[in-house]
């Protein structure tokens, strides 16, 4: 499932965050890609030896946690500790799929990356090009998102990011770990989730709303895996 949450941080939080990753190191993407991503990649990321970095990817990993829709969609086991990225004269990263399982900066640990996730962060018309474009059983589907909205989608899906060919993209981005590997299964409980909260709104608490909600958590325990 592929699905944008707006205004995981204002303007004022995105102008912030822009205005220190501006003062901040910035080294070449390719660093941090393996195999056959390194050869399609071009572009520049935040030195994590950067002192500025770590508050600041906390801060992102903060305002994604707390956002209800990244919540029901992704169910989140971990979120790996973001990164950011600029593409600009002409950077891009062509064709790819994300690596399985990632160590997360902070911990050391290891996680399996269910869900990919890019957070804009700048408007749409400060650049050309630069779109995320994610291939699905679906087609092709091109993302290109107000500054301080983000998307999710599949880990599984193969991705890749259009040349940038006027202005400048940046972007955080990250993976997270789900309580529930599967994304048809994670699919299934976002769209009960949200279904519920309309006719809990609707109806307030009658029991059968009650009841979809013992189904919900009844479905959750059999899926997930902590
Ligand atoms: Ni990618």
Same mark, same amino acid.
């Given at each position: ?5 707006? =205004? ?9 965050? #822009? ?7 910035? #080294?070449? *993407?390719?660093?941090? =890609? +393996? *195999?056959?991503?390194?050869? #399609? ?15 600041? =990817? ?10 209800? %829709? ?9 979120? %790996? ?26 911990? +050391? ?5 269910? @869900? ?12 050309? *090009? ?17 500054? *301080? ?14 040349? #940038? ?14 309580? @529930? ?15 519920? %909260?309309?006719?809990?709104?609707? %109806?307030?608490?009658?029991?059968? @709303? ?17």
């Amino acid at each position: 499932m592929l699905l944008h949450l707006p =205004a995981v941080l204002t303007t004022a939080e995105v102008n912030d965050v #822009v205005s220190q990753l501006t003062a901040m190191n910035w #080294v070449a *993407g390719k660093h941090t =890609a +393996g *195999g056959q991503a390194i050869q #399609v990649k071009q572009n520049l990321q935040i030195d994590p030896a950067d002192p500025a970095y770590l508050p600041l =990817a906390q801060r992102i990993a903060e305002a994604l946690l707390a956002n209800p %829709l990244c919540h029901s969609a992704a169910l989140p086991h971990h979120l %790996l500790t973001p990164m950011f990225n600029c593409y600009q004269e002409q950077g891009h990263y062509g064709d790819h799929i994300d690596g399985a399982i990632h160590r997360d900066r902070i911990t +050391g640990q290891q996680h399996r990356t269910d @869900v990919s996730l890019t957070l804009f962060l700048s408007a749409p018309e400060d650049y050309e *090009g630069g779109e995320l474009i994610i291939e699905d059983a679906y087609g092709s589907h091109s993302v290109k998102l107000d500054a *301080g909205d983000a998307i999710l989608y599949p880990a599984t899906s193969l991705h890749r990011v259009e040349p #940038v060919t006027s202005g400048r993209r940046l972007a955080a981005f990250s993976w997270i770990q789900s309580l @529930v590997r599967s994304d048809a299964e994670r699919t299934l409980l976002f769209q009960l989730d949200m279904t519920i %909260l309309k006719l809990r709104q609707q %109806l307030g608490d009658q029991p059968e @709303v009650t009841q979809l909600t013992q189904h919900y958590h009844n479905l959750l325990r059999r899926w997930s895996e902590a």
